[in-house]
């Protein structure tokens, strides 16, 4: 018993509130670690985000592409009919003009608050998604923004929206939020243009649908009101920004093509790209298409003139491809003097369409492009202002250095329509 007495004697104490400590510290642990773990899981969501803006596949170049879905819309009235684009041995008389379609203002027009420009074109604005599908399991691929430019339905947006890069996506399609509606209906591509990144939708609808005002962009000056609205981060559709004209027309290249487009300094949110910039008189003079960003820019965002793609949108609803532009079926390179070995730069033949009219000319890869139409030819652009001064069927000279010879070819401008993307 002493013994036993001793041992007892030696146990520690038990600190009373001690256990309840214990308790504490165990749920302060738990509640850390609960933190931990949401933190790393949005950590982790937010950089899958991230990868996806500038991967193309999210935001303002949603680079996505339309596949058909045999389904019915949400309104049950189904896919629109089949578009069947035309070459031009079998074109039919064009029955659409956007002139008539989409009246321009008259020369009194009354300057409108943004309130009120709001008001007038939101309705005609309208959210876009690309949904893949695999497996039946439906993914929303990319978003973006679009605009309606007939009361029956023809949608204008950007074509990097609608056209997907990625051709492992093999089933997807796009939905259209019509005004008025909460559920998406799916809009056919009519056709799409990669040189103006223009592209045409439809839906079919029994009602008349609110559709915008194209104004004339030639007459655009810097410092103006510019007024974008647009389906901002693919979430916030209906969102309005305000800016100026910073420029009315920048000589740029895009996707290997110089256009002319708007600079403004409009704030151009992921999710705008096809959505429309319009002036103090309501009247939408752009399409809002790109942004520069970089850690030393603020606010330089692009949108492509209207009356430049006048004729494309035309066109693409005419014939389901742009019609009699004209066409060489070459891609450039353009090198500097000494970049090889003190070799003699220029402007060199980097590809040829197969059968295009460059090919059939006898251009060859790695011929050095000297004179066309005896204009001397120092850098890409000036080819294609040369092709641009041209009709198609123009036949044109064009003079090249091949292995240390010069030789003139004669080749004959072909039609875009002719050679499909």
């Known amino acids: 018993m002493e013994n036993e007495n001793k041992e007892s004697n030696n146990t520690p104490e038990r600190v009373p509130g001690e256990s309840a400590k214990i308790k504490s510290l ?42 058909s879905k045999n389904k019915d819309t949400a309104d049950g009235t189904g896919e629109p009919d089949e578009i069947v684009t035309v070459s031009s041995g079998e074109r039919p008389e064009p029955w659409f003009s956007i002139e008539d379609a989409t009246a321009v203002s008259s020369s009194d027009k009354t300057r409108l608050s943004v309130v009120d420009i709001f008001k007038k074109v939101s309705p005609a604005t309208v959210s876009l998604n690309v949904i893949g599908v695999d497996n039946d399991k439906e993914t929303k691929l990319g978003s973006g923004t679009g605009f309606i430019i007939t009361d029956d339905g023809y949608i204008v947006t950007n074509r990097h929206v ?22 998406p209906v799916i809009a056919q591509v009519v056709g799409s243009d990669e040189q103006t990144d223009i ?60 256009v002319n487009i708007i600079q403004t300094d409009t704030p ?13 008189f309501g009247e939408v003079i752009g399409i809002t298409n790109t942004k520069i960003v970089t850690s030393t820019s603020e606010n330089i965002g692009f949108a492509i003139p209207v009356n430049s793609v006048k004729k494309v949108i035309e066109s693409l609803i005419n014939y389901g491809v742009v019609v009699d532009r004209p066409y060489l079926g070459v891609s450039l390179k353009y090198v500097a003097d000494d970049s090889y070995f003190g070799a003699a730069g220029g402007v060199f033949v980097a590809g040829l369409v197969k059968n295009g009219p460059a090919e059939e000319a006898g251009l060859e890869i790695g011929d050095r492009i000297l004179y066309i139409d005896d204009v001397e030819i120092t850098d890409t652009g000036d080819i294609i202002n040369v092709r641009d001064s041209h009709m198609v069927g123009d036949i044109v000279d064009i003079t090249v250095e091949r292995d240390g010879k010069q030789l003139t070819l004669t080749l004959k401008i072909g039609d875009s329509a002719d050679y499909p993307e």
């Open 26 to 67: 165990r749920f302060t642990i738990t509640v850390l670690s609960v933190v931990l773990v949401a933190c790393v899981l949005f950590s982790g969501f937010q950089s899958i985000y991230i990868f996806r803006l500038n991967s193309g596949l999210e935001g303002i170049l949603s680079y996505t592409m339309f596949a």
């Open 268 to 280: 151009i949110n992921p999710g705008n790209s096809g959505g429309p910039l319009i002036n103090s």
């Open 199 to 258: 592209a045409v939708l439809k839906v079919k609808t029994d009602r008349k649908l609110p559709f915008v005002t194209l104004g004339d962009s030639d007459a655009l000056q810097s410092g103006e009101l510019a007024v974008a609205i647009g389906n901002a981060m693919g979430t916030f559709d209906d969102s309005v920004t305000v800016g100026v004209i910073s420029a009315p027309s920048r000589e740029i290249v895009r996707n290997g093509y110089q």
């Open 162 to 183: 609608v056209v997907l890069a990625d051709k492992a996506v093999s089933t997807y399609y796009v939905t259209v939020i019509l005004p008025d509606d909460t559920q």
